[in-house]
């Protein structure tokens, strides 16, 4: 996929960095090899951390950390962690089945008491240097387990308490939204992650290397799987006119290891950013792809557990949710786009 597909007479799609790339150029002369060399990994860090959605920066993940001294004596394990908030969102969902207002408060608790422990998790797992890919599909196993938990309490409190309303609705509401929201975020993170530090780990080219390692050698279990569907299904969400590549790129990582990990046509959008990644814009751009956190979809979600009317929750969640992904993958197609243009100019 070229940047020929993506020229000035058409809109910017949400296609992601994946699709804005261009046929690889030699860098413009014009720019000093400092400006777009990789960025030291504590500067990525300090730029991604304005991605941090404003619930966890402010309130969660400062809770957690003020919890870490514990935990650092203890022995529980990140995938402890992730496991008992896990149990939380389960809990949670049996409270919001019950449908009183005591058990709705409750539940609130609880769901807020989960989304803090998720950040534990992390935590921990940095503090520990414990983190890896693995550990990263665990969470979200767990992430997944708990709110569908929550959803599901939903589900049947809707149908008790107000059985006009359509459970498929409720569904695309609790569900979908939080979850493609939350794809698309991690989608971002990752992919200025791999830019900034120039590394090939962004994750069209992670899909790639797992896919044909999965296709070479039949590695990995039910994590592994997974993961893989959890990837496809964002490709296919964020990249679909980028699918074609990707298999043919899959294959021939697959026959030759090595020969398709590596996109060239990334090449200039990773520079477009790195040229541009000191910049005031791309911290307000940063701040700005906040927005689409799954966790803020969550967030709403859980407050709206006070007002004790969950239909209404979740019809307003699903038009906030799919507006603040288009207005996003719009947002951040542009900005890398324009990054390629100056970049070959």
């Not at 699709?19 to 990525?44: C, M, N, T």
């Not at 990140?78 to 409750?106: D, E, K, M, S, Y």
């Not at 990752?190 to 900034?196: A, V």
Request: aromatic residues 10%.
């Amino acid at each position: 996929m070229s940047l020929d597909t993506l020229d000035t007479q058409s809109p910017p799609t949400p296609l992601a960095v994946a699709q804005v790339g261009a046929k690889a150029a030699a860098p413009s002369p014009r720019f000093a090899p400092e400006d777009i060399a990789p960025l030291p990994a504590e500067e990525v860090d300090a730029l991604l951390d304005e991605m941090t959605d404003p619930l966890n920066r402010y309130y969660r993940y400062p809770v957690a950390k003020g919890m870490l001294p514990l935990f650092m004596r203890l022995p529980f394990t990140p995938n402890h962690i992730t496991a008992f908030h896990a149990c939380l969102g389960l809990a949670a969902g049996v409270l919001i089945a019950r449908g009183t207002p005591r058990a709705l408060v409750a539940a609130f608790v609880f769901a807020e008491a989960r989304m803090i422990f998720d950040c534990l998790d992390g935590v921990v797992a940095r503090a520990k240097k414990l983190g890896s890919p693995h550990g990263r599909t665990i969470d979200e196993m767990g992430d997944a387990v708990g709110y569908v938990g929550m959803q599901l309490g939903t589900l049947v409190h809707v149908h008790q308490h107000q059985p006009g309303e359509s459970l498929a609705f409720m569904i695309a509401a609790g569900m979908l939204v939080p979850g493609w929201m939350a794809m698309t975020y991690d989608y971002y993170k990752r992919t200025f992650t791999s830019f900034l530090r120039g590394m090939n780990d962004s994750p069209a080219e992670e899909l790639v290397r797992k896919s044909a390692r999965r296709a070479r050698d039949g590695e990995g279990g039910f994590v592994i799987r997974f993961a893989l569907v959890f990837e496809w299904l964002q490709a296919t969400l964020l990249t679909p006119f980028a699918l074609p590549e990707l298999v043919r790129r899959v294959r021939r990582e697959t026959v030759v290891p090595g020969s398709g990990v590596t996109d060239p046509q990334l090449a200039a959008a990773a520079r477009g950013v790195r040229l541009r990644a000191r910049t005031p814009g791309f911290r307000r751009l940063l701040r700005f792809t906040s927005i689409v956190s799954g966790d803020n979809a969550i967030a709403f979600f859980n407050f709206g557990l006070l007002t004790f009317a969950l239909a209404k929750v979740e019809k307003a969640m699903i038009a906030a949710g799919f507006l603040t992904f288009a207005v996003v993958t719009l947002t951040c197609a542009a900005w890398v786009k324009k990054g390629v243009r100056n970049d070959a100019a």
